[in-house]
Structure formats: C-alpha cells, structure tokens
C-alpha cells in the first residue's frame, strides 16, 4: 500500500529537549516536505526536499533542521524545541513526474512543547 | 509571493443539500494547479479534487465539483447532495506548475463545514 509514514503520532516534551519525527515513504517519490498546521493558520511549510541531500527552507523554517539522505526519509529536527512549536506537523511526499503536486500526506504528528 | 484566501471560517448546510465553499488566490503564474483537501476529525489530509489551471473545464469527482474561474483567481467546492461523512475542514490549496511538488502548496486557512442531519 502506497503510504507516508510518520513516527510518532503523538509526542509531549519539554523546552530544549532535541527530538526527531520520522518520515518515510514507499512510492519512490522525489519530492518531500514538512509542514506545520496550526489553528486559524492553514498549514504552512517547513523545510521541502527535491531529492537526495538536496533541501531548502520553505515558509516557516526557524528552529527546524531537516536532511535527505536516503530517498525514502526525510526527518524532522528541533534540535531546542520551544513551546512556540507546538502544533500539528505533517510530512508530505509528491512525484516529479506527471503527477508531480500531487501530494500525499502522513497522518500527522501532534506534537506539545511544555 | 502567493496568498490562498477562504472568507468563510465555517459553513453549515442540511443533509441532502448543497453547499459551497468559496476560496481565492493571488498569482502572478499563468499555470499552477489548484487543490481542495478534506481534514476530517482524525486529521488525516484527503485530496478531494484537482484543477489545472490550463484546462478551462472544471474538475468534477462524484458529488464534488469546482467552479474555476482564472480570470477572478477563485475557485470554488461545491459538495452535492451533502452527507455527514462530508463534515470536515476543508482547504484550499495552490501549488505551483514549475519546480516540482517540492516547492510545496500554498494553503487557506480552511473552512468548517458542519453537516446539520
């Protein structure tokens, strides 16, 4: 089944403690982004990826890092999370073909900051 | 820079009827694609339908449809015959024609729909 994975759906830290939320995909996509949702905002991206250790800032990339090392994961990084990071964070994945924008998203990471 | 707008934060229609759910956007792009995606409570984002802004025929998927109109940037949903699996938050989306996927979708800020039984 053709699917975005995310690792983990749930997550409650604390300010400053470094963590990563996986993503993985199974379609051979080259394209992959993160984005964050917050209420009244719409989603808004992160960090995007056109394929392998090729990555660039989207429209909210402070305190995020990312990297493409495999072409299947693409990782997200608070290396020092804040509680202004709380929020709903999706990974999203799309072919560079003639389905290109199409774009298949995770389930989602709910992730609280304290 | 591109800008999604949806004037309607929330929407509420009858079972059975129709319902329309109004978005416009800001481009300077003559193609780019156009998208509608359906959150329901489990928060899983769902394409509900596409439109290339180089086919002037409005994209339909079952009781889905749009109303595309490039020369106003608007780009509407219209749900037919609404059923109460269709309650959800709705967005609107826009997503460039050049670069790929990966230069990411422009978003609205969704609208609510409530189906009333």
């Known amino acids: 089944e053709a699917q975005v994975t995310q690792n983990p759906r749930y997550l409650i830290t604390v300010t400053g403690k470094k963590l990563t939320v996986t993503c993985s995909q199974n379609m051979n996509h080259e394209y992959m982004s993160w984005y964050r949702q917050d209420p009244g905002l719409g989603l808004r991206q992160i960090y995007y990826?056109?394929?392998?250790?090729?990555?660039d800032k989207g429209d909210v990339p402070e305190g995020y890092k990312v990297s493409r090392k495999e072409k299947r994961n693409f990782p997200l990084i608070l290396e020092s999370p804040s509680p202004n990071q709380t929020s709903l964070y999706f990974c999203?994945?799309?072919?560079?073909?003639?389905?290109?924008?199409?774009?298949?998203f995770g389930a989602g990471t709910r992730l609280s900051v304290l | 820079a591109q800008t999604v707008t949806q004037s309607q934060p929330e929407m509420s229609v009858q079972e059975a009827e129709t319902v329309t759910l109004s978005c416009t956007y800001d481009?300077?792009?003559?193609?780019?694609?156009l998208f509608w995606y359906k959150q329901p409570p489990s928060r899983q984002m769902i394409l509900v339908i596409r439109?290339?802004?180089?086919?002037?025929q409005n994209a339909t998927e079952n009781r889905f449809s749009v109303n595309f109109q490039k020369a106003a940037k608007s780009f509407s949903l219209k749900i037919s015959d609404s059923q109460l699996g269709d309650a959800a938050m709705y967005f609107c989306a826009y997503g460039p024609y050049s670069g790929g996927g990966a230069d990411g979708l422009t978003f609205g800020k969704g609208t609510h729909l409530i189906i009333q039984p």
């Open positions: 481009t300077s792009e003559s193609d780019y694609y």
């Open positions: 999203a994945s799309s072919s560079a073909g003639l389905a290109k924008n199409i774009q298949y």
């Open positions: 990826s056109m394929n392998v250790e090729v990555t």
């Open positions: 439109q290339e802004a180089y086919k002037q």
